[in-house]
């Protein structure tokens, strides 16, 4: 079981996060397909001169003299912002480098705090990524109640992308393996599994191994017999899934 745990966190930590303007919005990123912090905002960037200039449009579109002074402004605007925006993302950007920083010379507990402002006063993109980095630091530092409450604050929170709260969600319960009610942990699984959403195949591996832990073997062998037959899911969950009832068969 703790294989298959420590599987969907390795999992779970391959992905990355990204930020658009109109809310927070997720896709894998595997490690041949990263991309830094910069080109994320300079999108970001690219996008709110979009929304600017659609709105002014639907303002003024019926006004040929406005649309023309709108353009204008518009554009003398977008350059002032430009120069804020990319200000804001170096400050945020170092900020985060050195809260990192921090983590990395085992200061977890400072590193923790300083994620902690930077959730504050970041920019949306570096805020949701501080606040999923204020769970590593808590946890290292050995404050796992601290880091299951962010993390449960981050599910509850609606201003958030579904996706990221769903991710949220999923950790806080692996948090609780080894000492929280596995029904339990099952039941907040299954909104998860019921959806088409990224996770979802986590969530299964997650749910089978919990049935194992609450002695239901049978279930086990049921749930990870499912996914290592599932074409859809990925190749590494089949597989472990396919270890496990080799192991569950020879144990029969």
């Known amino acids: 079981m703790r294989s298959v745990t ?3 966190l390795r999992k779970a930590e391959s992905l990355h996060y990204c930020h658009s303007w109109n809310g927070l919005i997720i896709r894998e990123i595997k490690l041949e397909r990263q991309r830094s912090v910069g080109d994320i905002f300079q999108e970001v960037d690219e996008e709110v001169r979009r929304d600017r200039y659609s709105k002014l449009w639907k303002n003024y579109g019926g006004y040929i003299i406005a649309v023309a002074l709108a353009v204008v402004l518009g554009t003398t605007a977008s350059v002032g912002w430009r120069e804020y925006t990319t200000q804001r993302q170096q400050e945020d950007s170092d900020r985060f ?15 923790a705090e300083a994620f902690r402002m930077l959730v504050a006063e970041a920019q949306e993109g570096y805020s949701l990524i501080a ?14 109640l601290g880091a299951v409450e962010i993390l449960e604050g981050i599910a509850e929170d609606t201003s958030v992308d579904a996706l990221y709260r769903d991710l949220a969600t999923l950790l806080s319960i692996m948090q609780g393996l080894d000492a929280d009610d ?11 599994i019921a959806t088409n959403g990224a996770w979802r195949h986590s969530a299964r591996e997650l749910s089978a191994a919990l049935a194992l832990r609450t002695g239901d073997k049978e279930l086990a062998k049921t749930e990870f017999q499912k996914l290592a037959d599932d074409l859809m899911a990925p190749s ?8 496990i009832l080799q192991i569950l068969g020879r144990s029969d």
């Open 236 to 243: 590494g969950a089949r597989s472990r899934a396919a270890e």
């Open 6 to 8: 420590s599987g969907c």
């Open 131 to 144: 606040r999923f980095r204020s769970v590593d630091a808590l946890k290292e530092a050995g404050d796992m």
């Open 97 to 111: 480098v050195a809260a990192a920083a921090l983590a990395a010379e085992g200061k977890q507990m400072e590193a």
């Open 182 to 192: 596995p029904n339990e942990l099952r039941a907040r699984l299954k909104p998860l």
